[in-house]
């Protein structure tokens, strides 16, 4: 009896403490999107912010927008699965310049199904090229994939792919993002934030009009590792226009 009573004790300890981890955040559940905002304060604009993503774009005002220029190097070289997604880390050299601003490419994930729609319409998987400029400011070039034709980028890094989350795993060839790129660059641009806590807003989203493929294999393996899909519901726009 005694015995029973502090296994039973412990497993009750061990719960409180993991429903007290305010700041573990999922996709379903107690910790799921709708609850993100409360889960701490830090990630209070996950449920008060004005400026989410991902969004349904459309309704698109005609802008001219500046072409984006690429400058890619093969300096991907680590591959991490997180928990959330499959990232792959990038070392210095990877940058964009747009409107006359530079941003230095840190990283590219994924979220399957897609985050942000593309008028109405969702899409298999969705990459983000998360890039930096020399203040923190955050550009994210996204870009949507549709089953089709196996991706050489990805195949380099599904290939090391740790299956448990904190894994990583180093790429045996460095791989450029310029693979995850389509030929057209035209692109839509809106004001968003991040799609994970702690959903920090004043993000240029920088969203490629023209979607890549991906295997019917890859995109499966890729669902399979996290377990449940790893996309955020549709934010309000709100006044945000989306330009094109
Ligand atoms: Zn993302």
């Known amino acids: 009896m005694k015995s029973a009573a502090i296994v039973s004790g412990l497993l009750f300890a061990v719960g409180v403490v993991w429903a007290d981890d305010k700041s573990h955040w999922s996709y379903s559940g107690q910790t799921g999107p709708?609850?993100?905002?409360?889960?701490?304060?830090?990630?209070?604009?996950?449920g008060f912010g004005r400026n989410q993503t991902p969004i349904n774009i459309e309704g698109m005002i005609e802008a001219d927008?500046?072409?984006?220029?690429?400058?890619?190097?093969?300096?991907?070289?680590?591959?991490i699965n997180n928990g959330h997604t499959i990232q792959v880390n990038f070392g210095a050299g990877s940058n964009i310049s747009v409107d006359g601003q530079q941003f230095e490419l840190k990283q590219f994930h994924f979220h399957s199904p897609s985050e942000n729609h593309i008028q109405g319409k969702s899409y298999a998987l969705e990459g983000h090229l998360v890039h930096a400029d020399k203040d923190g400011n955050l550009a994210v070039v996204a870009v949507m994939f549709e089953p089709g034709a196996a991706n050489e980028v990805m195949e380099q890094a599904w290939k090391v792919m740790p299956e448990k989350a904190g894994g990583k795993s180093a790429l045996g060839t460095k791989v450029s993002a310029e693979g995850l790129l389509p030929a057209q660059r035209d692109y839509y641009q809106f004001n968003g934030s991040l799609t994970t806590p702690p959903c920090s807003?004043?993000?240029?989203?920088?969203?490629?009009?023209?979607?890549?493929?991906?295997?019917?294999?890859?995109?499966?393996?890729?669902?399979?590792?996290?377990?449940?899909?790893t996309n955020r519901p549709l934010q309000p726009v709100f006044a945000r226009p989306v330009l094109q």
């Not at 709708?34 to 996950?46: R, Y």
């Not at 927008?65 to 991907?76: D, S």
């Open 34 to 46: 709708e609850h993100w905002g409360g889960l701490k304060p830090e990630f209070n604009l996950c």
């Open 65 to 79: 927008l500046p072409a984006i220029t690429f400058n890619y190097q093969a300096a991907g070289d680590e591959v």
């Open 201 to 229: 807003e004043g993000v240029r989203w920088l969203v490629m009009k023209e979607a890549m493929t991906a295997s019917e294999a890859q995109i499966e393996h890729f669902s399979h590792v996290m377990h449940h899909p």
